[in-house]
C-alpha cells in the first residue's frame, strides 16, 4: 500500500524568502506524485505533477517541486515566498486508480 | 464555468437519519471520487467511479454508498449516520484518458455535523 509522510505541521517563512515544503512517500512502483493547494474555505487546487521525466518540476503561481527517487521525496519550493502563498498543502501519491494524500503541511508567510 | 459542485455546502443532522450529499461535474470527466477531511489525517478517499456504472471502494468506505447512473452525477448516501462521520467531503473529478494519472478537479466541499 502507498502512503505519503508530510513531516511538518507548520512552515513559517518570511516574506521574500525562499520556502520549502517537505514530503516524502512510499509506493512500490513508479510513483505519480502531486501537490495541491487548499485556501480557507476552498476546495483543493492542483499545483503541480511528477509523472515521468525531469526530475524538477514547474507549477502554478512559482512553485515547483523536485523529485529525487533515492530519497523518496518530493519536495515543494518556491524561490521567493508571498503572503497570499500561506495555506495548507497537501502532497500526494497515485498508485492504482487511488490518491493517497499526506497530512498537510500549513505554510504561514509573515510580511 | 468548468466546475464541480456538490449540495448542500454545510448539514448538520443526527444520528441515523439518511441523508445524500449530491455532486455534480461540468467537464464529461469520466472519474469521479469522494474524500473525507479530517485535521491531521489530510484527505481519505471513501468511494471512486471509473465511469458510469463503475464504483469501486477507496480507503474508508463504511458507512457510506454511492452510484453512478449518469456521468456528471456521483451522490454520496450515508444510510444511517453516525458523529464519527462528521467531517469535510469533498468531491472531485478527472479524466482517464490520455496520460495516465491526470490531477482532480475539486468541489468547494461540503462540511456535515452528525449530532
Known amino acids: 500500500a502507498q502512503s505519503v509522510a508530510q513531516p511538518e505541521d507548520q512552515v513559517n517563512v518570511a516574506e521574500g524568502n525562499p520556502l520549502t515544503v517537505k514530503c516524502t512517500y512510499s509506493?512500490?512502483?513508479?510513483?505519480?506524485l502531486f501537490w495541491y493547494v487548499q485556501y480557507p474555505n476552498r476546495g483543493l487546487q492542483f499545483l503541480l505533477k511528477?509523472?515521468?521525466?525531469?526530475?524538477l518540476v514547474k507549477g502554478s503561481y512559482g512553485f515547483e517541486a523536485e523529485f529525487n527517487k533515492s530519497q523518496t521525496s518530493f519536495h515543494l519550493k518556491k524561490p521567493s515566498a508571498l503572503v497570499s502563498d500561506s495555506a495548507l498543502y497537501f502532497c500526494?501519491?497515485?498508485?492504482?486508480?487511488?490518491?493517497?494524500f499526506g497530512g498537510g503541511t500549513r505554510l504561514m508567510v509573515k510580511p | 464555468e468548468a466546475q464541480v459542485t456538490q449540495n448542500p455546502r454545510y448539514l448538520i443532522t443526527v444520528t441515523g437519519k439518511k441523508l445524500t450529499v449530491t455532486c455534480s461535474q461540468n467537464?464529461?470527466?469520466?472519474?469521479m471520487s469522494w474524500y473525507r477531511q479530517d485535521p491531521g489525517l489530510g484527505l481519505r478517499q471513501i468511494y471512486y467511479?471509473?465511469?458510469?456504472?463503475?464504483?469501486d471502494k477507496g480507503d474508508v468506505p463504511e458507512g457510506y454508498k454511492v452510484s453512478r447512473k449518469e456521468k456528471r452525477n456521483f451522490p454520496l448516501i450515508l444510510e444511517s449516520p453516525s458523529p464519527n462521520q462528521t467531517s469535510l467531503y469533498f468531491c472531485?473529478?478527472?479524466?482517464?484518458?490520455?496520460?495516465?494519472?491526470?490531477?482532480?478537479?475539486f468541489g468547494p466541499g461540503t462540511r456535515l455535523t452528525v449530532l
Open positions: 467537464m464529461n470527466h469520466e472519474y
Open positions: 467511479s471509473m465511469n458510469v456504472e463503475v464504483t
Open positions: 509506493v512500490s512502483g513508479n510513483p505519480y
Open positions: 500526494a501519491v497515485n498508485y492504482g486508480n487511488m490518491l493517497t
Open positions: 472531485a473529478s478527472s479524466w482517464t484518458s490520455g496520460i495516465p494519472y491526470n490531477e482532480e478537479f
Open positions: 511528477y509523472i515521468t521525466g525531469d526530475n
